[in-house]
């Protein structure tokens, strides 16, 4: 097979000569806004601080589903050992419970955005003709983190409760366990 590379050169020529919207963003970045790069970088902090509180709930969570088996194993068997009473109907009624708002709480939530489109990046930021500065590109990703971390701010807010719910019905279960013994 023989290549023919004359036009191939050409072709890659004329269009290295052509500038890029990189080339472009490269060539302008001696007028970039230091200002805009601070925002860009503290939203984007946040939103990352923002997805390792979700992670971090979700750990929490399998700690609160041990909690709570460990409980009812190790303070329900003492418990049933003499017959099933009010307050062990109790007790297992909050692990079940608990149980249910685990799974709330593992939920796979795909309306979470931590990250962004490369795709969609590449199509508005590098290879569109009208491409914008670097200090452009910042400060519209900002912007859209911004929204990204209000939308994510009402489910993890709602995990936060759901979570604090269940802590107040791990304390309670351990009581009625307790009580059940007692009495």
Same mark, same amino acid.
């Given at each position: ?7 191939? *050169?050409?072709?890659?020529? =004329? ?6 919207? #990189? #080339?472009?963003? #490269?060539?302008? =970045? ?15 902090? $946040?939103?990352? $601080? ?19 088996? +460990?409980?009812? %194993?190790?303070?329900? =068997? /003492? ?35 931590? *990250? ?15 491409? $914008? =500065? ?16 209000? /939308? ?22 351990? #009581?009625?366990?307790? +009580? %059940?013994?007692?009495?």
């Amino acid at each position: 097979m023989k290549w023919d590379l004359g036009t191939d *050169r050409a072709d890659i020529a =004329s269009r290295a000569i052509r500038p890029s919207g #990189m #080339m472009r963003a #490269m060539a302008e =970045s001696s007028t970039e806004d230091p200002r805009v790069a601070f925002v860009y970088q503290e939203a984007l902090r $946040g939103l990352v $601080g923002q997805q390792a509180a979700v992670e971090s709930l979700h750990n929490r969570a399998a700690t609160l589903v041990f909690a709570a088996s +460990f409980a009812g %194993s190790l303070l329900g =068997s /003492r418990a049933l050992g003499d017959g099933v009473g009010a307050w062990d109907w109790t007790a297992i009624v909050l692990l079940l419970l608990i149980g249910a708002l685990t799974v709330v709480l593992l939920w796979p939530y795909y309306d979470l955005a931590f *990250r962004f489109d490369p795709e969609d990046l590449l199509t508005r930021y590098v290879d569109a003709d009208d491409a $914008g =500065s670097m200090t452009d590109m910042q400060r519209a990703l900002a912007l859209r983190i911004k929204q990204d971390f209000a /939308r994510n701010g009402r489910i993890v807010k709602r995990l936060r409760e759901t979570f604090q719910v269940a802590l107040v019905l791990l304390l309670g279960e351990i #009581m009625a366990w307790m +009580f %059940s013994i007692a009495t």
